[in-house]
Structure formats: structure tokens, C-alpha cells
């Protein structure tokens, strides 16, 4: 039973093709601009996101009040250019990140958007496909002001 209900909330948190190579392993919704996205890979050779084209999507929403909803077209976009290593992760950041988590400054993402790593609670995030196609997504129907959430790969 429990195992039943940890799936349906994981499920409800991440939502999106489950066979996904590429997909959102973590968030962090720190305070002021302490913003994360951890992308991983889980195939066996590496994802070169430039080529076939992936892209991170926002549907921001007024304040941070209320559940994440993702619908309708994005309200910002950024082009990923990165390459991520079979079974490995990368982190995609706010430039202006702070010291909040040490092990996560600015300078450990492989790259920022000030733009689209700039959700605060209610705002949904999802992984696109060149024709704006959602591979993978994060947290529909929560709240997730000040929180991170994790995916357990495992499960």
C-alpha cells in the first residue's frame, strides 16, 4: 500500500513520458533567485540537447499562490545547449543563484536562464521537444513554494 501511494503522489509531481531518456530528476524552488533544475540522462550514451533540440518551458503565474497547472502554450522558453553524460545529471540555473545550498552556486550549472529558472511556487515547468512537445514535466497540481522535490530513480 504504501509503495501504491508514494507512486501516485510521484506520479502526480512528475508527469510526462515515462520512457523519456532525458528527464527532470530534480527541483529547487529556493527563496529570492535560488532556482534549479536538475536534468538526467538515463540511456546508455550521452544526449547531446542541442541536437535533437531540447528545450526547458515556463507557464508563470501571477504571485505564488495556488497549484501548478501547465497548459496552453509557455510563457518562456530557452533553447538547452548542453551535453549530458550517459546515466549522468546537469543542472540548469538562475545566473543570479546565491549561496543557499553551498554545494550549488551559479557556478556549478552548465547553464542559466534568468528567464525560465525563475518559477516561484505555483509556476509549472516541463522539458519540450523542438516542436514544443512535453517529454517530461514538474508538479502538476501542487504548490511548491521554497521546496525541492526530487525524483527517486529507483522507484
Known amino acids: 500500500m504504501k509503495k501504491l501511494l508514494f507512486f501516485t503522489i510521484f506520479t502526480s509531481l512528475f508527469s510526462g513520458a515515462t ?76 545566473p543570479a543563484n546565491g549561496n543557499e545550498v553551498p554545494y550549488l552556486s551559479s557556478a556549478s550549472a552548465v547553464q542559466t536562464s534568468s528567464q525560465v529558472i525563475n518559477f516561484n511556487g505555483n509556476d509549472g515547468i516541463a522539458l519540450l521537444d523542438n516542436d514544443n512537445n512535453i517529454l517530461d514535466a514538474f508538479g502538476t497540481g501542487i504548490n511548491a513554494v521554497d521546496r525541492s522535490y526530487y525524483r527517486n530513480l529507483s522507484v
Open 19 to 94: 520512457n523519456a531518456q532525458v528527464i527532470i530528476s530534480q527541483y529547487y524552488e529556493g527563496t529570492g533567485t535560488n532556482k534549479w533544475i536538475e536534468l538526467t540522462n538515463l540511456g546508455t550514451s550521452a544526449v547531446n540537447t542541442a541536437s535533437p533540440r531540447l528545450k526547458l518551458g515556463l507557464w508563470a503565474v501571477s504571485g505564488s499562490a495556488g497549484n501548478i497547472n501547465i497548459s496552453g502554450p509557455a510563457s518562456q522558453l530557452v533553447d538547452l545547449n548542453v551535453v549530458i553524460p550517459a546515466k549522468g545529471s546537469v543542472l540548469i540555473g538562475n
